[in-house]
Nanobody, 126 residues
Framework: QVQLVESGGGLVQAGDSLRLSCAFF????????MGWFRQAPGKEREYVAG????????YYADSVKGRFTISRDNAKNTAYLQMNSLKPTDTAVYYC???????????????????WGQGTQVTVSS
């Protein structure tokens, strides 16, 4: 059974950086697409970024493009989300997600990911 554990959230000021980590357990990490999503209070969970199994292709929501970077280390069974130039609008609970890799494009919809972490809170003050 796949398990995902996020870490690295916290309270920062606008303009600061944070790096989130997602530790993967229970299967072969390199066989999975990985994604990051976020959910702000009162809003639906939204896509942030995705990465294919070998890290060669990455995808981003327009709202974070140029500021966030998704990466993975298959030797450490860990995915990362580097967040720079944080804004108050980035405040949310951030979730990592995993889906067994089929094809060449990482999914973008919540419904397309089977496994989810518990989430980590990111709060950006102005």
């Amino acid at each position: 059974q796949v398990q995902l554990v996020e870490s690295g959230g916290g309270l920062v000021q606008a303009g600061d950086s944070l790096r989130l980590s997602c530790a993967f357990f229970g299967s072969i990490f390199s066989s999975y697409f990985m994604g990051w999503f976020r959910q702000a209070p009162g809003k639906e969970r939204e896509y942030v970024a995705g990465i294919v199994w070998n890290g060669e292709r990455t995808y981003y929501a327009d709202s974070v493009k140029g500021r966030f970077t998704i990466s993975r280390d298959n030797a450490k069974n860990t995915a990362y989300l580097q967040m720079n130039s944080l804004k108050p609008t980035d405040t949310a609970v951030y979730y990592c997600a995993a889906e067994r890799a089929t094809g060449w494009s990482a999914p973008r919809r919540v419904s397309e990911y089977k496994y989810w972490g518990q989430g980590t809170q990111v709060t950006v003050s102005s």
